[in-house]
């Protein structure tokens, strides 16, 4: 489930500030809900939400649908804080009350953030955490293409990090490619075959690729 600003078409999921009531959230959200949670699923990812607002709205409305169990995830301007602007360690505590949010995290953020939100969310919430960054292209609303150039490092190398973080939902979003997650399966692997079955035992869910 993609956020509201993403129907509008113009950048909003990496902006927020929509100006719409919980209300009008939860009219958009409710039937799309609906639909999801008759369709088998075994869970459900509300992905680049780019405030609180409307992770909150989303977390009320699984109250609706008590068999269904989600994820929420983030879009992020920075190492700190949503895309509104809000602190992301604040938005795990939020959301930590809530028992049908399975786990809480970023996702279409640039992933050299990751680690550094990963950390500041750890410090607020038991759940488990996810990342799934993009390429570190940037979204130009406008001519509704990707921008610029990829991170410089190795999408795989920052992984290990996200995963040292207490990342232990890890993929990739917008402009990854399937090579990025080969190499994070590469990855995976060999810490199974260093670390035994520490990789999984130290971790809060097993480790598991988006």
């Not at 959230?25 to 509300?46: I, K, N, T, W």
């Not at 990739?172 to 035994?196: H, Y």
Request: proline share 5%; glycine share 8%.
């Amino acid at each position: 489930m993609g956020p509201y600003g993403a129907m509008l078409a113009d950048g909003s999921e990496y902006r927020g500030l929509y100006g719409l009531s919980d209300q009008s959230l939860a009219a958009f959200h409710r039937p799309r809900l609906e639909v999801l949670a008759q369709s088998g699923a075994d869970l459900l990812a509300c992905e680049t939400i780019p405030c609180l607002r409307e992770a909150l709205v989303l977390a009320q409305l699984l109250g609706e649908f008590p068999a269904v169990t989600a994820w929420i995830s983030f879009s992020c301007r920075d190492g700190a804080h949503n895309s509104e602007g809000e602190e992301i360690s604040a938005c795990a505590a939020a959301l930590q009350q809530h028992p049908q949010i399975a786990a809480v995290g970023v996702n279409c953020t640039r992933p050299e953030y990751a680690r550094d939100l990963l950390l500041r969310m750890r410090e607020r919430t038991d759940k488990p955490l996810l990342a799934y960054p993009n390429s570190g292209e940037s979204y130009d609303a406008v001519a509704k293409r990707w921008t610029g150039a990829p991170c410089g490092t190795a999408f795989a190398q920052q992984a290990a990090s996200w995963y040292q973080a207490g990342a232990r939902l890890i993929g990739g979003c917008c402009r990854t490619t399937p090579d990025d997650m080969r190499a994070i399966s590469a990855l995976r692997a060999q810490c199974s075959e260093k670390c035994g079955s520490r990789f999984s035992k130290n971790a809060r869910t097993p480790s598991t690729q988006s």
